[in-house]
């Protein structure tokens, strides 16, 4: 009776470990995804890059486009600091860096780089709202990870616990 006994204490024992070994490892793998943290910056630029592909046209696609001239990091920083870029602050960036978007005479073509360039503001702060959510989503995220990593944890020492009262 007393080796039947001494069996289920090893199969629990066992059994303990299992779902200790198991519950390490998914706590593993919380701490890595936590780990990799992504830059709000690029995941703008990435996000921006994809949505104005399809304004190749736009009088200001080509400066947007080139993330070495600047002003996608102004155009950042001024999102940052006020949460929405104007036809007129876009105009500025661009003249801060002695580019300009020059008038015709011509009244239609004057129309047509005003909508184009309204076009590409709507493009950006539309862009900039929903990485805001994202990474808004993305913390919230990783907050119910850590919650859960804690709570792996708690449950592996208390196996562990459980594992070294039992021997």
């Not at 690029?42 to 996000?47: L, V």
């Not at 580019?99 to 011509?106: A, K, M, N, S, V």
């Not at 990485?131 to 990783?142: D, G, P, V, Y």
Request: glycine content about 2%.
């Amino acid at each position: 009776m007393v080796y039947g006994l001494e069996e289920a204490e090893e199969n629990t024992i066992n059994q303990l470990q299992t779902v200790t070994e198991t519950i390490n490892e998914m706590s593993r793998s919380y701490r890595k995804k936590e780990e990799i943290v992504e830059d709000k910056k690029q995941d703008f630029i990435d996000a921006l890059g994809k949505r104005i592909d399809k304004l190749r046209e736009n009088v200001l696609y080509d400066d947007i486009k080139d993330e070495e001239n600047g002003l996608i990091d102004s155009i950042y920083e001024e999102l940052e600091e006020t949460e929405k870029l104007t036809k007129d602050k876009i105009i500025q960036l661009l003249e801060d860096r002695n580019e300009y978007i020059l008038g015709f005479d011509d009244f239609d073509t004057n129309l047509k780089i005003e909508k184009e360039i309204e076009e590409m503001v709507k493009a950006i702060n539309e862009t900039y709202k929903v990485c805001i959510l994202n990474n808004m989503w993305r913390q919230r995220l990783n907050q119910s990870k850590s919650a859960m990593r804690s709570q792996l944890d708690r449950s592996i020492k208390s196996n562990i616990r459980r594992c070294r009262n039992a021997s």
